[in-house]
């Protein structure tokens, strides 16, 4: 293995472990959290359910809300934040945030989520 890719490697292992500081003050580990959410949303009942329902709440697949108040505006680009938030942690693919939009289930057999 070449050195170069050896140390990238090498590299994320000791991301996924090391500890980090929230806002808050909790700490916990990149492989902490990436578990707690695949726990939380990678079931069928998330899949069918909960997923395409905040999807469709957040405005995730709008660009910016139809209306011209900026209260209103503002309180629509924080829910897609939290939703790009889950969708980052649970790390969707474009195909996968589509599919929950529409309702369609994106479970994975794999172990990355």
């Known amino acids: 293995?070449?050195?170069?890719r050896g140390?990238?490697?090498?590299?994320r292992m000791l991301e996924r472990f090391a500890q980090f500081r929230s806002r808050l003050g909790r700490l916990w580990t990149i492989n902490e959290m990436s578990n707690a959410y695949r726990?939380?949303?990678?079931?069928?009942t998330a899949s069918r359910f909960v997923l395409p329902d905040l999807s469709e709440f957040c405005h995730a697949m709008e660009v910016?809300?139809?209306?011209s108040d900026l209260f209103v505006q503002g309180r629509a680009a924080g829910r897609r934040?939290?939703?790009?938030?889950?969708?980052e942690w649970l790390?969707?693919?474009e195909d996968?945030?589509?599919a929950i939009h529409q309702g369609r289930s994106i479970l994975?057999?794999?172990?990355n989520g």
Not at 7 to 11: I, P, S, V
């Open 64 to 67: 910016a809300p139809k209306d």
């Open 7 to 11: 140390l990238r490697l090498w590299g």
């Open 81 to 87: 934040d939290v939703y790009m938030r889950i969708a």
């Open 39 to 44: 726990l939380t949303f990678r079931n069928q």
């Open 1 to 4: 293995m070449p050195l170069c």
């Open 91 to 93: 790390n969707l693919t």
């Open 108 to 111: 994975r057999s794999d172990n």
């Open 96 to 98: 996968e945030l589509f």
